[in-house]
């Protein structure tokens, strides 16, 4: 009588079962730290997006100011120069008036003359264009500086808008982080699967199978989110 | 052997399971206080932009009631300055034009420029307005000038701060949860060590979350 063929016994039948429940706990821990840095980036997206639309809000209110202050210092700087203009093309009719020898006309001409200059003289008192000194023509027949006013005028609303670029900018970032994050933890679902698997089945090779193909996942996961920390 | 068949007994298995529905309650307990930070912090945040929202419609209002009466402003004093020429002319009929320029046109100018043209406070030195006291004074009259949508920021982002590190907590929990599940189906020695640090982790979840909570609840956060 022959021996009974007996098959092989491995060495440690449980090692896969074993490695299976210590990659779980492996990728527990990791989808729980995840989850932290996953809550992380989702509370820095939704700052930056709230900072963001605040500075849009102010940026929309100060571009209506800067447009409402430019309106009236322009429409008033119009009828300065037409005042002025008026003044001086009475003084030239009276000019022309007294070389005709018509004094009376050109005694009332003179008061129309007079009446424009009052009229551009106050014009002037009234402009941030004539009374501000970083405006103000330096000699006395020479224009303001308008493009100076003009950019210091705008030159808030510049700032806000390049502000809140920054931040929505800033909310892309992170909010593409944060949906990174959520697409790892997806896949590390995949993965807590297989190690399941790998718990149940009997077979060594399928348990084999499903460890190894667990962990290439969780390791890809691993280099995924360091690049994600790191970008 | 009979430390080994104690572990292994039904009564501890019970145990076991009394510590996973404890540590799964407090578990749930934190994930309900996060949520409700995380949710107040959001609200804080919504409700700033809110007031933002209202405190610069109303600027903006200021703004253009304050540039109204300014350009109705400028329109009298031009034609006062025009009157005072004439009446200080030589000839009767400009004078009796600034008479008339005073008496019937300014008087009907100065209605919409009111109170910037009226109101001596608003009256600068060289004869010009003062505009931006003028937005001042409507901004403080205001019901808006109450609202400060950046305390609701601050408060959000308090919040905020908050959930961050209570979310540690619910990490050590879950850990916690985690281990005590593999005490559960674990034998002899094995099962005491994982369920030792199965409770380690909850300890320390528990400690953290009440640490946080004291923290943000004395001293609004502090350092962290």
Known sequence: ?231 | MQTQNRLDSPRWELATAIVIAIVSLTTALAVWWTSTIASRAADYSRQGLIDAIKVQAGANEDWRKAYEEAASAARFSTYAAEAEALVASADPAAQARGENIRTYLLPNLQLPAAPLATDPVYALPNGAYDIARRIEDLQAGSDLAALDPEASFTRGDRMASQQRWLVIGSVLLAISLFWLAVAQVSHARRRALTFLVGLAFFGAGVSWLLIVGAVYALFGGGAL
């Open chain 1, 1 to 231: 009588m022959s021996d009974p063929v007996s098959t092989p016994t491995p060495r440690n039948p449980e090692r896969w079962k074993t490695a299976a429940l210590m990659l779980t706990i492996a990728t527990t821990v990791f989808a729980s730290i995840l989850a932290a840095l996953q809550t992380d980036a989702d509370i820095r997206s939704s700052t930056a997006n709230r900072d963001s639309q605040y500075l849009a809000i102010a940026g929309s209110g100060e571009l209506q100011r800067a447009g409402l202050v430019g309106n009236y210092e322009f429409a008033l700087l119009g009828d300065l120069f037409k005042d002025m203009q008026v003044g001086t093309v009475y003084e030239l009719t009276a000019l022309e008036q007294q070389s005709r020898g018509e004094d009376r006309l050109a005694e009332g001409t003179l008061v129309l003359a007079a009446a424009a200059t009052a009229r551009a003289e106050r014009g002037r008192v009234l402009s941030i264009l004539y009374s501000d000194p970083r405006y103000a023509p330096a000699e006395a027949d020479s224009f303001p500086d308008a493009q100076a006013y003009l950019d210091d005028l705008s030159a808030p609303a510049k700032d806000l808008v390049s502000r809140q670029n920054a931040a929505a900018d800033l909310y892309q970032r992170w909010s593409v982080k944060s949906d990174a994050y959520v697409t790892v933890l997806t896949v590390l679902a995949v993965a807590f699967f297989l190690f399941g698997l790998a718990q149940t089945v009997q077979a060594l090779q399928l348990q084999r199978f499903f460890v190894l193909s667990g962990l290439v996942i969780l390791i890809g996961m691993l280099i995924w989110t360091a690049a994600i920390l790191v970008s």
